[in-house]
């Protein structure tokens, strides 16, 4: 039985993380400048205490000034749009990304948009919405997952998509819009289904790449993908298993990666494809905004 090529996301990552890291360093030597991110979390969600843990720390690892600021759940909107006021006029700062989702008593639209749009390395202030979608993606910062995924389907397929089909599942601001974006702007042909679509595993088939975006797991079966197509999967779901009578908690994708594995050509396994280069991309816009502020200054 043939087997996909398994879209290696951590080595991937780590290969950027050397460049970005003598990128900075070089930045450093000549201007004097640290490319800083600030990353805000509210509350005490556990999974987002992981991200913002594995952030923090990839940025330390390139070199970067890294500062985290964490507040009480029942932090109020006026304390945290003062905090982003004071983090968008500070010069250490190069990005700023709050931490979502935010406690409900919060207003998200409001949050994200009070950040700097020079300083809004997540990629989701419309000014920045508005260029990716106006294909200025070179003066702009595009969101970190789909980011992510273009360069793992680049190494795939290249970089201009010219008469592959690509279907997307998922149409969220975070991944599933800019993801069409980015994927018009490579020339594909572009389809977006979500939970209103009739008849999804017909419009997979039809898929030369797939990008999984959903938060269901194991939901993409592998009679759903089209022989040889590029399987991105972003979804990342904790589910139980049992193990030796043991109920034991793992992450899995949206994709159920044993069968799909025999029918795509190159496929992002869960853990270790989309995650880690997300962080690097992460990384990557904050290294950018530093040397546009280096320009500036
Ligand atoms: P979301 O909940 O905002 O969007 C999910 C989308 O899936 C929606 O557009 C919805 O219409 C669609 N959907 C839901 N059920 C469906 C169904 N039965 N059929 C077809 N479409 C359906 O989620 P999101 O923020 O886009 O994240 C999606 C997944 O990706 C989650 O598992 C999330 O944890 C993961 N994620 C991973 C990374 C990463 O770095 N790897 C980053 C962001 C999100």
């Not at 009578?245 to 494809?273: C, N, Q, W």
Request: glycine content about 8%; aromatic content about 2%.
């Amino acid at each position: 039985m043939t087997s996909a090529a398994i879209m290696d996301g951590k080595a991937k990552a780590a290969e950027l993380a050397e460049i970005i890291t003598a990128d900075a360093a070089a930045l450093l030597r000549s201007h004097g400048m640290r490319p800083g991110l600030a990353v805000v979390i509210v509350g005490e969600d556990p999974a987002s205490q992981v991200y913002v843990r594995n952030k923090k720390r990839t940025a330390e690892n390139c070199g970067f000034h890294s500062v985290q600021h964490t507040l009480a759940a029942n932090t109020s909107q006026q304390r945290l749009l003062r905090l982003i006021q004071d983090l968008n006029g500070d010069p250490a700062i190069h990005g700023i990304l709050v931490q979502l989702p935010l406690p409900k008593h919060l207003d998200e639209l409001a949050v994200t948009q009070a950040i700097a749009p020079e300083k809004d390395v997540d990629g989701f202030h419309f000014q920045n919405i508005g260029k990716l979608t106006s294909g200025h993606t070179a003066d702009t910062f595009v969101p970190c997952t789909p980011a992510g995924c273009m360069l793992l389907i680049a190494d795939q397929l290249g970089s201009d998509l010219s008469g592959l089909d690509a279907v997307i599942i998922g149409r969220s601001n975070i991944v599933g819009k800019p993801m069409a974006s980015l994927l018009l702007q490579a020339n594909a042909t572009v389809t977006i289904c979500h939970s209103r679509t009739r008849n999804l595993p017909g419009i997979t088939r039809r898929a030369d790449i797939l990008v999984a975006a959903i938060g269901r797991p194991n939901m993409v079966q592998g009679d759903w993908i089209k022989p040889g197509a590029v399987v991105v999967d972003v979804g990342i779901n904790r589910i139980d298993v049992e193990v030796d009578g043991e109920t034991k908690s793992r992450l899995t994708g949206d994709v159920d990666f044993s069968s799909a594995v025999h029918v795509a050509k190159a496929i992002t396994p869960v853990p270790g494809g989309v995650g880690p280069m997300t962080i690097m991309m992460l990384m990557s816009n904050t290294l950018t905004s530093a040397r546009l502020a280096a320009s500036r200054s």
